[in-house]
C-alpha cells in the first residue's frame, strides 16, 4: 500500500491521525490581553496607587505631628527653664510654687525639697534674687509624648547689696506630655 500525500501536507505539521488512532491534535488558542489588562493589572495598579498615596499622607501628618512637639516642648522647656531659675526674696515661695506646676515624676519631688528646705529660706534670710534667661534652645528629640530638649542658660544672681554674678549654663531637659501639657520630669546640667 502506498501513501497518499495531500496538497500542503506536511507543511504546518498536519498529519492525517483519523486512521491511526491517536487523539488529535490540541489546537493553540491565542491569549488575549485586554482581559488581563483590564480585571488584573489596572485593579492591581489602583490598589497599588491608593496604598501609595495613604503612605504619604501618614508620613506627612507623622512629620508635622513631630515638627509640632518639637515647636511645643522647646517653648515648655525655655519657660519652665526660666520659672524655676528666676526669683526675688520678697515673692520667692510664689515663685517657686508657680514653677512646680511645669515638672512632673520625681524630679517635681526633689525640686520641692530642694526649694523648701534651701532656696526659699536662703533667699530670704540672705536677701538673693535671681534672673534667668534663655538665649538659645534647640529640640535633640521629640515624639507625642515625650521630648528632650537643649537649652543654653544665663543666670544672673544678686546676694543684697553685692553686685550681680552671671553664669552661663548648658541643661538637657527631658520633658513628658501629661494631660496635653508638657512638664520637665528632669534637668541635667550639661
Not at 22 to 49: F, H, M, Q, S, T
Not at 99 to 109: D, M, Q
Not at 125 to 143: C, E, L, M, Y
Request: proline residues 6%.
Amino acid at each position: 500500500m502506498t501513501a497518499v500525500s495531500r496538497p500542503g501536507a506536511g507543511e504546518c505539521g498536519d498529519t492525517d491521525t483519523a486512521g491511526s488512532g491517536e487523539p488529535p491534535a490540541v489546537v493553540r488558542r491565542r491569549l488575549r490581553w485586554w482581559p488581563v489588562i483590564a480585571y488584573g493589572l489596572l485593579p492591581a495598579l489602583a490598589l497599588l496607587l491608593a496604598g501609595g498615596t495613604g503612605f504619604a499622607k501618614w508620613q506627612d501628618c507623622a512629620v508635622r505631628d513631630a515638627a509640632q512637639a518639637r515647636a511645643e516642648s522647646v517653648q515648655a522647656a525655655t519657660a519652665g527653664t526660666i520659672a524655676l531659675l528666676s526669683y526675688r526674696p520678697d515673692t520667692v515661695r510664689s515663685d517657686l510654687e508657680a514653677a512646680r506646676a511645669k515638672l512632673t515624676g520625681a524630679f517635681l519631688s526633689d525640686y520641692t525639697s530642694l526649694t523648701r528646705d534651701v532656696v526659699i529660706p536662703g533667699a530670704k534670710q540672705k536677701d538673693i534674687s535671681a534672673v534667668a534667661t534663655v538665649p538659645a534652645a534647640a529640640s535633640v528629640s521629640a515624639t507625642g509624648e515625650h521630648a528632650i530638649v537643649l537649652l543654653f542658660v544665663n543666670q544672673t544672681i544678686i546676694v543684697s547689696q553685692d553686685p550681680p554674678t552671671s553664669t552661663a549654663s548648658s541643661v538637657r531637659v527631658t520633658l513628658d506630655k501629661v494631660d496635653g501639657r508638657w512638664l520637665i520630669s528632669r534637668f541635667d546640667p550639661v
